[in-house]
């Protein structure tokens, strides 16, 4: 049954096509800059320091912003001070401290591998409990992540063994040769996070 007959002019035809047009490109265009910041981030990358942020620095901020004590002392710079700890926290120092990083990426599938041969895996597709980080424990937790594409940046939200989490936002930059990665790190043991950027370069 129709509740209304109004006429449809060849204007207001046009124009809904149009509409259902634009729809599509933008979908399209949505869809592609999914794929392409996947495969633009694949390859070998080592860090930068004179851009990305001091570690150790950024580490010994968020201990103290917890109302803790650094326990560096002024005259203690040792390089990568903070990094080591339980089994749990592995995952978090190789984000903080590993220097060079391998990207794979085969859609939905992310795979990066850190030093030491440390690989973790996580997916852009929505399942859920995606893994993985390497599990250095036997009988113990596993870590793992999840990805998601939006427009021009990867966002990785990681739960470690701890208890704790991490947000991670890629972006790239210097037509795709720099990679910028933005962390807001949250380890359990932790009062405050760890908030830190690191870049690395593309190696050809």
């Given at each position: 049954?129709?509740?209304?007959?109004f006429?449809?002019s060849?204007?207001?035809v046009?124009l809904?096509?149009?509409?259902?047009?634009?729809?599509?490109?933008l979908s399209?265009?949505?869809?592609?800059a999914q794929?392409?910041?996947?495969?633009?981030m694949?390859g070998?990358?080592?860090?930068n320091?004179?851009?990305?942020?001091?570690?150790d620095?950024q580490?010994?901020?968020?201990?103290e912003?917890?109302g803790?004590?650094?326990?560096?002392?002024?005259?203690n710079?040792?390089e990568d001070f903070?990094?080591g700890g339980?089994?749990e926290?592995e995952?978090?120092?190789r984000?903080t401290?590993?220097?060079?990083?391998?990207?794979?990426?085969?859609e939905?599938?992310?795979?990066?591998t850190?030093?030491?041969?440390?690989?973790?895996?996580?997916?852009t597709?929505?399942r859920?409990?995606r893994?993985?980080?390497?599990?250095?424990?036997?009988?113990?937790?596993?870590?793992?992540?999840?990805?998601n594409?939006?427009?021009?940046a990867?966002?990785v939200?990681?739960?470690?063994?701890?208890?704790?989490?991490?947000?991670?936002?890629?972006?790239?930059?210097?037509?795709?040769?720099r990679l910028?990665i933005?962390m807001l790190?949250q380890?359990?043991?932790f009062?405050?996070?760890?908030?830190l950027?690191r870049?690395?370069?593309?190696v050809e």
């Open positions: 049954m129709k509740l209304f007959d006429p449809i060849r204007t207001q046009l809904q096509h149009g509409v259902l047009l634009c729809v599509a490109v399209f265009s949505f869809l592609n794929g392409n910041i996947g495969s633009q694949v070998a990358w080592v860090i320091d004179d851009l990305s942020d001091n570690s620095d580490v010994e901020e968020a201990i912003a917890g803790g004590d650094g326990g560096r002392g002024f005259f710079r040792r903070y990094r339980p089994p926290h995952l978090y120092d984000l401290y590993d220097d060079v990083l391998s990207i794979e990426f085969s939905p599938e992310f795979r990066f850190y030093e030491d041969n440390y690989i973790r895996v996580f997916h597709d929505g859920r409990r893994t993985t980080a390497n599990d250095f424990f036997e009988g113990g937790g596993s870590d793992w992540s999840e990805g594409i939006e427009v021009e990867l966002v939200e990681a739960r470690p063994r701890d208890g704790g989490f991490a947000t991670e936002i890629y972006t790239l930059e210097n037509d795709g040769n910028r933005e790190i380890p359990l043991s009062r405050e996070p760890i908030e950027v870049y690395y370069d593309r």
